[in-house]
């Protein structure tokens, strides 16, 4: 009988635990007194990354501002509260409310999460922000994320640029070179005789430094500079291979269903806006950043010419199409991306 007590007394504290955590709540944490809401967040971004201060924790701050401090988000960084990739099946399950990781982590939910990211198609910010906000992208792929009862915001466009530890100065150079990608790109570099392997982010530097591969991409600039690639890759490439806004928020629809009505609609405009808003600022670090590391730390920007952009491009569209056959959705986003592609020439 005392066995049973304690026991019982155990799980009692366990459940009050959870509860105080707000794990069991969905990470919702309501302040009854005050009349405060509280959303637990979990990102797939460390603290240290650029995006953390100037897309998370901004979004917290101005959402928190425009109520007034009645709805406060609480950012946790990678591995905070659940690993990254559990981000975007613990929205869906209600286990948080909100989260920010990368669409494309989850190609078997979100296989539009790929197509976000053909190699060779967007080349700018303007094109990335007309094909989504103006041709439809983006709306097939909230329709997409939508069947999870699932909510998407994307934070920005940002490029995907490769960085060397020697010269790339044609569509020839590329032939055998061993290179550090992910996903589409991976493919893309496969197919025009760059060997592309996936290394985890925490590996690639010492890949690099002991020559395991020539090359890499961590984002663009920022991201190469944040990861010290720098310091042994001296050759920056352009353009770059792909503009993505694959990071962004994902809000379980019940959740937001449960928010005042007041605050739903503060929420939905502070993340819409954020696009163009973060997109902008994201420009201006790249440049910003790409510039300091030329002056201090040597970098050399390589612009491969344009017939050999024309080649790169050319063998990038049998991965497009291949990515169009996977469903309906798919074939419909690639036949978006090509027609906005030929209306401005450049298929």
Not at 86 to 98: D, L, T
Not at 165 to 187: H, I, N, Q, T, Y
Not at 232 to 249: E, F, R
Not at 314 to 340: H, R, S, Y
Request: some cysteine.
């Amino acid at each position: 009988m005392r066995k049973l007590f304690v026991r019982c007394g155990v799980l009692l504290f366990s459940l009050s635990f959870l509860l105080v955590s707000g794990l069991i709540t969905g990470g919702v944490t309501p302040c009854a007194a005050d009349d405060v809401i509280k959303w637990r967040m979990q990102a797939h971004l460390p603290m240290s990354s650029t995006s953390f201060k100037d897309s998370i924790q901004a979004i917290a701050g101005i959402v928190k501002e425009r109520t007034k401090g009645k709805f406060i988000i609480e950012p946790n960084p990678a591995g905070a509260l659940i690993p990254s990739k559990e981000i975007f099946p613990a929205v869906k399950r209600g286990m948080i409310p909100i989260g920010y990781v990368d669409s494309g982590y989850y190609a078997t939910d979100i296989p539009l999460g790929q197509v976000a990211a053909l190699p060779m198609a967007i080349s700018n910010i303007w094109e990335g922000l007309y094909i989504n906000k103006i041709g439809g992208f983006l709306d097939l792929l909230r329709g997409e994320i939508g069947k999870h009862d699932v909510m998407f915001f994307p934070d920005h466009l940002e490029p995907t640029e490769v960085v060397t530890k020697k010269p790339v100065r044609s569509f020839a150079d590329f032939k055998g070179l061993k290179l550090r990608s992910r996903g589409l790109e991976a493919k893309f570099f496969t197919t025009i005789g760059a060997p592309a392997t996936y290394i985890p982010g925490a590996e690639i530097y010492t890949a690099l430094a002991t020559g395991t591969v020539d090359g890499a991409h961590w984002g663009g600039s920022q991201g190469a500079n944040s990861m010290a690639f720098y310091e042994v890759c001296k050759y920056h490439l352009k353009p770059a291979i792909t503009y993505t806004c694959q990071d962004g928020w994902f809000i379980n629809k019940k959740a937001f269903a449960k928010l005042p009505k007041e605050y739903q609609e503060i929420l939905y405009k502070t993340l819409d806006e954020q696009l163009y808003r973060r997109s902008v600022q994201y420009a201006f670090q790249e440049a910003q950043t790409l510039g300091k590391v030329q002056k201090e730390k040597g970098v050399q920007v390589i612009t491969l010419p344009l017939e050999d952009q024309k080649k790169m491009a050319a063998a990038a569209t049998a991965i497009w199409e291949k990515e169009g056959e996977k469903n309906p959705d798919c074939a419909k986003a690639v036949q978006l991306m090509k027609k906005f592609l030929k209306d401005i020439g450049r298929l």
